[in-house]
């Protein structure tokens, strides 16, 4: 097995490593630390049946479903199916535009996922590469006195489900009463420590993150502004250019990554799962 950096920020290419065979211990654990190293890998050319697809990502923790169930893979509730596949009645078989803005996987709960782990099974020649981008390094980046006026703050996270449904040319169906009940928000501090490796990073991003608790409106834009063109800062991002059966396992405890649009031309097909995470402290 051999793990070659992809960027001098995050991401790694595992080689060598079958992610649907059996897993052994102390190939595990080389890449349990390439994970902490590098918050994503890359397994190349893995032949994953959504069982094995499944069964490792168990390794990693218990799987979160998602609130979205009308995009869950039938049979397969742990998988997130994000697509622009149609099904014989013309109805969406995914999410179409799934992160098409700068994220962290579901930092609207209260217990966010630690990671998610995506599949490609049919990608496009040209475009849809998923951009990654350090939160370790985007906080490492920040001046010493944003970095102790942040210290203590805590930001509010929603989902913003509606307004991306409302969106021109969105195939998304409406919420259920259901669902929307789900969608109370959460508070997380701004600035987070990985429970693993202990650094510190951004915990905030444009596309969940909707106010600093305890400031005025004005300000607290324009903090989170200010914060969120450290975390999208060039220098700390890698582009993932997918090949068909990559498998790309992200850390959502310190990253943040946005899906780019590809020819409505080509296909983009591909799974997900989720694997729970701790209350970020
Ligand atoms: C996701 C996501 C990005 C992509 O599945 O969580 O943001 O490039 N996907 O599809
Ligand atoms: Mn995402």
């Given at each position: 097995m051999i793990i070659?950096?992809?960027?001098?920020?995050?991401?790694?290419e595992v080689i060598g490593f079958d992610c649907g065979g059996d897993i052994d211990h102390k190939y595990f654990?080389a890449v349990?630390?390439a994970?902490?190293?590098?918050?994503?890998l890359v397994f190349r050319d893995q032949h994953l049946k959504?069982d094995q697809h499944i069964a490792f990502s168990?390794c990693?923790?218990?799987?979160?479903?998602?609130?979205?169930?009308?995009?869950?893979?039938?049979?397969?509730?742990?998988?997130?199916?994000?697509?622009?596949?149609?099904?014989?009645?013309?109805?969406?078989?995914?999410?179409?535009?799934?992160?098409?803005?700068?994220?962290?996987?579901?930092?609207?709960?209260?217990?966010?996922?630690?990671?998610?782990l995506?599949y490609?099974?049919?990608?496009?020649?040209?475009?849809?590469?998923?951009?990654?981008?350090?939160?370790?390094?985007?906080?490492?980046?920040?001046?010493?006195?944003?970095?102790?006026?942040?210290?203590?703050?805590?930001?509010?996270?929603?989902?913003?489900?509606?307004?991306?449904?409302?969106?021109?040319?969105?195939?998304?169906?409406?919420?259920?009463?259901?669902?929307?009940?789900?969608?109370?928000?959460?508070?997380?501090?701004?600035?987070?420590?990985?429970?693993?490796?202990?650094?510190?990073?951004?915990?905030?991003?444009?596309?969940?993150?909707?106010?600093?608790?305890?400031?005025?409106?004005?300000?607290?834009?324009?903090?989170?502004?200010?914060?969120?063109?450290?975390?999208?800062?060039?220098?700390?991002?890698?582009?993932?250019?997918?090949?068909?059966r990559d498998l790309v396992f992200?850390?959502?405890?310190?990253?943040?990554?946005?899906?780019?649009?590809?020819?409505?031309?080509?296909?983009?097909?591909?799974?997900?799962?989720?694997?729970?995470?701790?209350?970020?402290?």
């Amino acid at each position: 097995m051999i793990i070659t950096p992809l960027s001098d920020v995050c991401g790694a290419e595992v080689i060598g490593f079958d992610c649907g065979g059996d897993i052994d211990h102390k190939y595990f654990q080389a890449v349990q630390s390439a994970f902490n190293k590098h918050s994503v890998l890359v397994f190349r050319d893995q032949h994953l049946k959504p069982d094995q697809h499944i069964a490792f990502s168990k390794c990693w923790g218990d799987i979160k479903g998602h609130i979205l169930t009308q995009y869950l893979l039938p049979g397969y509730p742990e998988l997130l199916v994000v697509s622009n596949k149609k099904d014989d009645n013309g109805d969406p078989v995914g999410i179409e535009d799934a992160g098409r803005y700068w994220h962290t996987d579901v930092s609207y709960e209260s217990v966010p996922p630690m990671g998610s782990l995506l599949y490609g099974l049919e990608v496009p020649c040209h475009g849809g590469d998923t951009l990654f981008a350090s939160q370790h390094r985007a906080y490492d980046n920040l001046p010493q006195d944003l970095r102790g006026r942040v210290a203590d703050l805590t930001a509010h996270h929603r989902f913003n489900y509606t307004q991306i449904q409302a969106e021109d040319g969105s195939a998304r169906k409406p919420l259920t009463k259901e669902q929307e009940k789900q969608l109370v928000g959460a508070v997380h501090p701004i600035v987070r420590t990985h429970p693993d490796t202990g650094r510190k990073g951004l915990y905030v991003n444009p596309g969940f993150t909707d106010r600093v608790v305890d400031m005025e409106e004005g300000e607290s834009q324009k903090l989170l502004d200010t914060l969120f063109s450290y975390a999208t800062d060039d220098a700390v991002v890698y582009r993932h250019r997918w090949n068909v059966r990559d498998l790309v396992f992200w850390d959502n405890r310190c990253l943040m990554h946005h899906a780019t649009p590809y020819p409505a031309h080509s296909i983009r097909h591909m799974n997900r799962t989720t694997v729970a995470g701790s209350v970020p402290v």
